[in-house]
């Protein structure tokens, strides 16, 4: 492999740059999705896949949580892995996971954040490629900003922000939450039943689970969005006074939840987030914020508690005309 860049976005890599591979006996892929039910299997497939249309080539597969390196956190594994490899020239992996997480990770390993355009693949460039994607991932800047103002992949995984509660803590606190139409007062008064149910028996339940506060981002920016009923004033990244009175009514919704204590798991910092599914699945907490994408985690993690998760939309302030969501780009 000669070229010193790596190829992020394997349906558009495999069917479109295989020719930098044609006298290739490997191609090495680091891969994500390991253990998340029919998402693993969309590799498996396409490994295979790409090893029937190339005889003679094998794909040498290994996920990210499994690589080897520094790092106690799998993400800045990979990020270590490829500021080695920029810098030694040594090129192990010729796809690459990198997702916004990682890209950031590596900008700040490097201090360039637009380290992808000098060693990814820009898609971009690829014949037909933005003819492939939808019209809103190509004419607006969210998508090309997260990653270096490139397109490293193809943008094919929809899904859409929720709230995930545990059947246990729903029995044992003797609450029932509303799966659609939750409202910002219902949202509080959960808050408080279990806030008074610990009080009571002496238990310590946090109202939401999580590993990470941007688990906390994606319910804020859906309560903050709901107050409007047209989407296109918080499209238009422009300062106005409706917008900062949303806000911090918004600010004030989280300030009244604190009251109710404890508001999140102590140990959010340091847990793992393939541990934080699994305590959540067993009823250690009461709600678990994510996305719709969470139940290929929950299957292929947790298969024996799968059943206990139940998901509800976001709670709003007014009734909105749409979910909040994201596209991510599948490899």
Same mark, same amino acid.
Request: net charge negative; proline share 4%.
């Given at each position: 492999m000669k070229r010193n860049c790596f190829r992020v976005g394997v349906f558009c890599c495999v069917l479109l740059v295989s020719g930098v591979w044609a006298n290739a006996a490997q191609v090495n892929w680091l891969a994500h999705w390991k253990g998340e039910g029919k998402r693993e299997q969309l590799v498996d497939e396409i490994k295979k896949n790409y090893e029937f249309l190339h005889p003679g080539t094998t794909v040498n597969l290994v996920y990210d949580v499994d690589l080897q390196g520094e790092g106690s956190y799998y993400k800045m594994k990979v990020a270590n892995k490829i500021v080695e490899m920029i810098k030694t020239g040594k090129i192990e992996w010729d796809l690459v996971m990198c997702d916004i997480a990682v890209y950031k990770h590596v900008a700040d390993l490097l201090g360039d954040p637009l380290w992808g355009q000098k060693h990814l693949v820009d898609f971009s460039t690829v014949p037909d490629f933005l003819e492939s994607q939808k019209d809103f991932i190509v004419n607006t800047p969210f998508f090309k900003e997260k990653i270096g103002e490139m397109f490293v992949g193809p943008y094919i995984e929809g899904y859409v922000f929720c709230l995930w509660s545990t059947r246990q803590i729903e029995e044992k606190v003797g609450i029932k939450i509303k799966q659609r139409g939750m409202t910002v007062e219902d949202f509080i008064g959960y808050a408080r039943k279990l806030s008074e149910y610990n009080s009571q028996h002496?238990?310590?339940?946090? @109202? &939401?689970?999580?590993?990470? #506060?941007?688990?906390?981002?994606?319910?804020?920016? %859906?309560?903050?969005?709901?107050?409007? /009923?047209?989407?296109?004033?918080?499209?238009?990244?422009?300062?106005?006074?409706?917008?900062?009175?949303?806000?911090?009514?918004?600010?004030?919704?989280?300030?009244?939840?604190?009251?109710?204590?404890?508001?999140?798991?102590?140990?959010?910092?340091?847990?793992?987030?393939?541990?934080?599914?699994?305590? @959540? &699945?067993?009823?250690?907490? #009461?709600?678990?914020?994510?996305?719709?994408?969470? %139940?290929?985690?929950?299957?292929?993690? /947790?298969?024996?508690?799968?059943d206990n998760a139940l998901p509800v939309e976001q709670p709003y302030v007014k009734q909105p005309n749409g979910l909040v969501g994201l596209f991510a780009h599948a490899f």
């Amino acid at each position: 492999m000669k070229r010193n860049c790596f190829r992020v976005g394997v349906f558009c890599c495999v069917l479109l740059v295989s020719g930098v591979w044609a006298n290739a006996a490997q191609v090495n892929w680091l891969a994500h999705w390991k253990g998340e039910g029919k998402r693993e299997q969309l590799v498996d497939e396409i490994k295979k896949n790409y090893e029937f249309l190339h005889p003679g080539t094998t794909v040498n597969l290994v996920y990210d949580v499994d690589l080897q390196g520094e790092g106690s956190y799998y993400k800045m594994k990979v990020a270590n892995k490829i500021v080695e490899m920029i810098k030694t020239g040594k090129i192990e992996w010729d796809l690459v996971m990198c997702d916004i997480a990682v890209y950031k990770h590596v900008a700040d390993l490097l201090g360039d954040p637009l380290w992808g355009q000098k060693h990814l693949v820009d898609f971009s460039t690829v014949p037909d490629f933005l003819e492939s994607q939808k019209d809103f991932i190509v004419n607006t800047p969210f998508f090309k900003e997260k990653i270096g103002e490139m397109f490293v992949g193809p943008y094919i995984e929809g899904y859409v922000f929720c709230l995930w509660s545990t059947r246990q803590i729903e029995e044992k606190v003797g609450i029932k939450i509303k799966q659609r139409g939750m409202t910002v007062e219902d949202f509080i008064g959960y808050a408080r039943k279990l806030s008074e149910y610990n009080s009571q028996h002496r238990t310590n339940i946090p @109202f &939401l689970y999580i590993n990470s #506060l941007n688990r906390i981002e994606a319910l804020f920016e %859906y309560i903050f969005k709901s107050q409007f /009923s047209d989407p296109q004033i918080v499209i238009e990244e422009k300062y106005t006074v409706e917008k900062a009175e949303a806000f911090l009514a918004t600010l004030q919704i989280f300030e009244e939840l604190s009251r109710y204590q404890p508001l999140v798991n102590a140990d959010w910092r340091t847990l793992d987030w393939k541990e934080c599914q699994k305590a @959540f &699945l067993t009823g250690k907490g #009461l709600f678990l914020p994510g996305g719709t994408y969470m %139940y290929n985690q929950f299957q292929g993690h /947790s298969p024996q508690f799968v059943d206990n998760a139940l998901p509800v939309e976001q709670p709003y302030v007014k009734q909105p005309n749409g979910l909040v969501g994201l596209f991510a780009h599948a490899f």
